[in-house]
């Protein structure tokens, strides 16, 4: 992004295509965390597969479509 630039911004319910990318996300903003087991992006695959999971609830946000 560069000054000046529109930046466009959408949330939007998580779809299954959108997984892929969650995960890279999530191991990416964990890799360097101080308090960190290195498995988080794991535990957002879990919570998708237990029965508490409202996936109307589990939202991802789009800039200038990514």
Same mark, same amino acid.
């Given at each position: #992004?560069?000054?000046?630039?529109?930046?466009?911004?959408? #949330?939007?319910?998580?779809?299954?295509? &959108?997984? %892929?990318?969650?995960?890279?996300?999530?191991?990416?903003?964990?890799?360097?965390?101080?308090?960190? &087991?290195?498995?988080?992006? %794991?535990?957002?695959?879990?919570?998708?597969?237990?029965?508490?999971?409202?996936?109307?609830?589990?939202?991802?946000?789009?800039?200038?479509?990514?």
């Amino acid at each position: #992004m560069t000054i000046g630039e529109v930046i466009s911004m959408t #949330m939007r319910t998580e779809q299954q295509v &959108d997984y %892929d990318s969650v995960y890279q996300v999530v191991k990416s903003a964990f890799k360097t965390a101080e308090q960190s &087991d290195g498995h988080e992006q %794991d535990l957002v695959n879990a919570l998708r597969q237990s029965r508490a999971f409202i996936p109307e609830l589990s939202l991802v946000a789009e800039i200038n479509g990514k």
